[in-house]
């Protein structure tokens, strides 16, 4: 499987981006996908993950109620909706997958997509 993440750019705070994480490869619908970013300086975090049927998600506290984790294993593509974007959400965000929603909590993963710059400004 090989992931490809897009939809990265440069917004002002309170904007809103979607991102994208395209998929090859025929197995990609038996996987959970998270996606995680990373700040200058900071250490990779999760930010939201998603089942391999998209029936559950799970999110880091720092974005409920604003980011939202979606799929379409049609299309191979997982999404992030990201709204109401602070300054503080500025990082590369990568897409990742593995073989369970768990292995996605623990950091267990098996593909890693490039990343995508999002950076919020002031």
């Known amino acids: 499987v090989q992931l490809q993440a897009s939809g990265g750019g440069l917004v002002q705070a309170g904007d809103s981006l979607r991102l994208s994480c395209a998929a090859s490869g025929r197995r990609f619908s038996r996987y959970a996908v998270g996606w995680f970013r990373q700040a200058p300086g900071k250490e990779r975090e999760l930010v939201a993950g998603i089942s391999w049927s998209g029936g559950s998600t799970d999110y880091a506290d720092s974005v409920k109620g604003r980011f939202t984790i979606s799929r379409d294993n049609a299309k191979q593509t997982v999404y992030l909706q990201m709204n109401s974007l602070k300054t503080e959400d500025t990082a590369v965000y990568y897409c990742?997958?593995?073989?369970?929603?768990?292995?996605?909590?623990?950091?267990?993963?098996?593909?890693w997509g490039k990343g995508t710059l999002v950076t919020v400004s002031s």
């Open positions: 990742g997958a593995g073989a369970t929603m768990g292995s996605i909590m623990t950091d267990d993963i098996l593909y």
